[in-house]
């Protein structure tokens, strides 16, 4: 198993909970493909805010393509859609799919019905993120501002000191 810290790098991960292999089953395993879908799963880092962490996600995932084309490409479509409202009904896939934003409207139902599995990729979703002990959910709006769009949805369990992200880049 593995697992990224907060310096970027990728490395070995003991424990990992179900629901977070769930959710790697469906999504994928961290990597640096920069298009598809990647989960990343680490210990919360106190010291930064949740969307620094998500903004360190992205840029990991996206991989030398932040560079190819440049941080300027990758930051225009960067903003927060959407942030989770304490002691509501927590459900990842109502709440994914009340988004209104143009862009977003369009990766949503990639991320919950136009998925090999969507059944059990909207359970794992729900599995990792559900959870009422998850203070900090967030989803942002990612892509180049041009051909490639996409979500990252980024939460922190405060009990067990996890954060867990989801990236989902198409074109």
Not at 17 to 39: C, D, H, I, M, N
Request: proline content about 3%; overall charge negative.
């Amino acid at each position: 198993m593995i697992g990224m810290n907060t310096s970027g790098t990728i490395e070995p991960r003991v424990n990992k909970p179900q629901y977070v292999t769930a959710l790697e089953a469906a999504y994928g395993a961290p990597s640096q493909a920069g298009f598809g879908s990647a989960v990343f799963y680490e210990h919360i880092n106190q010291a930064e805010k949740i969307e620094e962490a998500a903004l360190q996600k992205y840029r990991y995932f996206v991989g030398e393509l932040w560079e190819r084309y440049g941080e300027d490409a990758w930051m225009t479509a960067w903003k927060q859609l959407y942030a989770r409202k304490t002691g509501g009904n927590y459900d990842i896939v109502a709440e994914l799919r009340s988004i209104k934003d143009l862009e977003a409207t369009k990766s949503v139902p990639m991320i919950l019905d136009n998925i090999e599995g969507a059944d059990k990729a909207r359970t794992a979703l729900s599995s990792a993120y559900n959870n009422p002990a998850i203070t900090d959910l967030r989803v942002f709006n990612v892509g180049d501002g041009g051909a490639m769009s996409g979500l990252l949805i980024a939460g922190r369990h405060n009990e067990t000191g996890e954060e867990i992200f989801l990236v989902f880049l198409m074109d």
